[in-house]
C-alpha cells in the first residue's frame, strides 16, 4: 500500500465499515460480543483474528480503528489506545519494568508521571535516578549499563524546556535501555519522537487530539511486538483500556487535528512575537522563539512549535493575580490545548504542592504563567495578553 501523508491517515486511516458501508465511522457501544457457536467461541478465545473482539476492554472495533489512526499519523506499527494519558504513561512503564531494575528521568515532569515514577514504581523496587533533562552531560552520567528505560517529555510543561532527543536516544540504546517519550506538548501534528527513535511514544490525547475540552483519553504507540506484547497484556488486564464514546471522538477530532494546531501553533507564534520584549515581563519562553535557550535544538527537532508558552510577569503573586484576572478571552483554568485560550498559574495550582526548593529547581515561580494558545483570532488574543499586561 502506498505511504500517506499524516493528513491523509487523520482522515481515512484505520477505517472499518461494517456491513451497512456507513461513511462516518461507527461507535461500536458494546462490553462483549456474540458468537454464532460454540465452537466459534473456543476458536476466537483460542486466537482472535484482526476484526474479531472479545470484550471492550481488550479492544472493540471503534477504539481499534483510534488505535490504527493514530499510529499511522505518528508512524509507528501500532497504539494501544488508554483511558487517559496517565493510564497510558502507567501502563507503559509498569509493563516493561520490574523490582531491580534502573530508571533514568528528566526531573521537569507532570506531577502525575512523577508521582507514577517515584511512588508507584519506588514502592515495587524500581531505582530512579532524575537529571536535568536539557543538560546532556547528566543523562551521560545518569544512564549505566544495567538502565532498562529512559522517560521524558519531550517538551516539559510548564516552562518548556526542550531536551536533545537524538543525544539522549543513542546514550539509552548504547546501554540497551528503552525510550519511552512522553509527547504532549510536541504534538501529534509536529512529533519527531519516533523519527529520532523513541522506543514508544505516549500521548494524552485529552489534549490536542481532543482538543475541545471534551475527553480524556491516551495512546501508546510504537512497535508491534512491545504494544501487542507486554503492554496490551498489562493495559487490558488492569483495566486502563478507552471506553468506545471517547475513542469515536477522538477518532473524529483526529481529522481537524493538523488544521487546528497548526492554526494554533502560528498563533501561538505570533504571541510569542508580541511579547517577546515586553516591559511587564521578565521572560517568554517559546521553544520556536530565538529567545529560548535551546532553540537550536528545537529547531533542529520541529520547525514549528506546539500551543503553549510560558511567560513570567514582573512583580510576583500579586501582579500576576491582577493580570490573570484582567483576562477577557483567556479563561483561567488548569488545562491546555483546547480550542479555548487558557492561563494556568502553575505555582497555585497544578504544581502546589510542590517543595518551594523543587519550584526553585523548576523554575516555577509566583510569576510564571502558563498560556495555551486556542482557535481565537490571533489579534483579539494578542490585544487581550496586552490590556491584561497593562493591568499588572
Ligand atoms: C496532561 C498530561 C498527562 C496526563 O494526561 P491525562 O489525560 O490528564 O491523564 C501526562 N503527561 C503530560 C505531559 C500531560 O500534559
Redesign the pocket.
Known sequence: MTKWGKRTEAVHGGIRRSQYGELSEAMFMTQAFAYPSAEAAEARFIESGPDEFIYARYGNPTNRMFEDRIAAIEGTEDAFACA???AA?NGALMALTQAGDHVVSSRAL?G??LYILEDVLGRFGVEITLVDGTDNAAWEAAIRPDTKLVFL?AIS?PTLEVIDLAHVVKLAHDHGALVVV?N??PTPVYSYATRLGADLVVY?T??HVDGQGRM???AICGPRDLIRGPIEAYVKHTGGAINPFAAWTHLKALETLDLRVRAQAGATMQVAEALADHPKLLRMSYPQHPSHPQHAVAMQQAPSGGTVLAIEVAGGKEACFRFLNALQIFTISNNFADAKSIATHPATTTHQRLPQDQKDTLGISDGLVRLSIGLEDPDDIISDLKQALDAA
Request: hydrophobic share 35%; net charge negative.
Open positions: 487517559s494519558g496517565m504513561v507532570f502525575s508521571c517529555e510543561n512522553d504532549a506538548m494524552s485529552t489534549k480524556l483519553g491516551g
